[in-house]
């Protein structure tokens, strides 16, 4: 799984990209407003994506329990 940090106009851009190769399903995406949430659902549904702060305690407890073994921050 890759997780991507993101909602900003680049993470758009990235999603967008993405989509092309059909590798949605393997990504997780995590963002700050809702607002954001919508823009990347629009792009791609199949994109899981989560609203909300994470300290770091809950960073390594989502990089274990989503099996994470890429990120990428576009934040």
């Given at each position: 799984m890759i997780w991507v940090i993101g909602g900003t106009s680049e993470?758009?851009?990235f999603f967008k990209h993405v989509k092309?190769?059909?590798i949605s399903k393997e990504i997780v995406a995590t963002v700050i407003s809702e607002y954001s949430?919508?823009?990347?659902?629009e792009i791609d549904s199949d994109i899981e994506v989560f609203v909300g702060r994470l300290d770091?305690?809950?960073?390594?407890?989502f990089l274990l329990?989503?099996?994470i073994k890429k990120v990428i921050d576009l934040s």
């Open positions: 993470s758009i851009e092309s190769y059909g949430k919508e823009l990347i659902k770091s305690n809950e960073m390594e407890s329990k989503k099996k």
